[in-house]
């Protein structure tokens, strides 16, 4: 898996990319096929905003937040993700069972 993650007018410490990773970790866990995910944090005026983009086979699952602080940004960032995440796989299970169900309507 390939994770990038970059600031647009703040520089990305250390503790911010452990942080982040560690947020990323459980979404992960529950899709494993993930082939890349794009972080971007950044500053606007007053407010924190942090973007994600993760890449899975076929679809692009894109979750942006914006908070007055940046690591509440990014916990509800990964709220979102978190969510389409599993809405995402759910779909594609409930995808191959209609295809199965089908094929048995069928015999």
Do not use: C, W
Request: proline share 3%; no cysteine; hydrophobic share 35%.
């Amino acid at each position: 898996m390939n994770l990038q993650i970059s600031g647009h007018h703040i520089e990305v410490t250390p503790a911010l990319r452990e942080y982040v990773e560690a947020k990323l970790e459980p979404v992960i866990n529950h899709f494993d096929r993930v082939t890349g995910v794009n972080v971007i944090l950044s500053v606007e005026k007053l407010k924190q905003k942090a973007e994600v983009t993760v890449h899975v086979p076929g679809k692009d699952i894109f979750v942006e937040s914006s908070e007055d602080d940046l690591y509440a940004a990014i916990d509800s960032m990964f709220d979102k993700l978190d969510r389409q995440v599993l809405r995402h796989k759910q779909k594609l299970q409930d995808h191959h069972r209609g295809d199965k169900v089908a094929d048995h309507l069928e015999d």
